[in-house]
């Protein structure tokens, strides 16, 4: 039985090819590549007393990229990648004193399952998500984690389990916004944790 699925449907198909055993060939056909030769998929989480791993939901990571080449792409690398490990994705640049003529600060966050969030970390490290200056494909090699760990209980509570809901979070038209608008935003989506992360890129 064939089943048609809409665009908005990516992350639930991504979750029937992880259940079948077919993640890697989903990624593959996303144009998701991982560079890395180990399995992407064997990441062991830190063990705790009782021997268990942890997989905590509201586990969240805040980075900073200091410039994008191929913006556009580049942060299709990232809504796809966010959506097959369903983590809510949130997708910022600000220009400095409405500078526009000078380089935007990049802020990446993402909140999920701790297992997920740390995998889009390793692919992000081993995937060809930019170009250089010759327009090679290349590796992200000027990112900085500002943030990354559990956010507090209330925290994520007051993020939409569908970004759906949340469009103005990584939305294409709204990847512009104001230095005070982000600095509200990242307190509203990851607490004092994400907004003392935040102050202390840029002082």
């Not at 198909?13 to 890395?36: Q, S, V, W």
């Not at 997920?116 to 090699?141: A, M, N, Q």
Request: a negative charge; hydrophobic letters at 30%; aromatic letters at 8%.
């Amino acid at each position: 039985k064939f089943e048609e699925l809409s665009e908005d449907q990516l992350s639930y198909l991504g979750t029937k090819c992880r259940e079948a055993g077919l993640h890697d060939l989903f990624l593959t056909c996303m144009k998701i590549y991982n560079t890395d030769d180990s399995n992407t998929n064997s990441m062991t989480l830190p063990s705790q007393p009782n021997g268990t791993t942890t997989n905590v939901v509201n586990y969240g990571a805040l980075v900073h990229v200091d410039h994008m080449n191929d913006g556009k792409k580049y942060r299709m690398w990232l809504r796809r990648t966010c959506q097959s490990l369903q983590c809510r994705l949130l997708l910022k640049q600000c220009f400095p004193n409405d500078n526009y003529g000078k380089r935007p600060l990049i802020i990446i966050g993402f909140i999920g399952h701790e297992s997920d969030v740390r995998e889009l970390l390793k692919r992000w490290r081993t995937s060809r998500v930019d170009v250089d200056s010759k327009g090679k494909p290349c590796l992200e090699r000027m990112m900085t984690i500002l943030f990354e760990g559990q956010l507090h209980n209330s925290v994520s509570n007051s993020v939409s389990e569908n970004d759906a809901d949340n469009p103005s979070l990584q939305a294409e038209d709204q990847i512009n916004c104001s230095h005070e608008s982000l600095v509200t935003l990242l307190e509203q989506v990851g607490g004092s944790q994400w907004f003392n992360a935040f102050q202390s890129c840029i002082n």
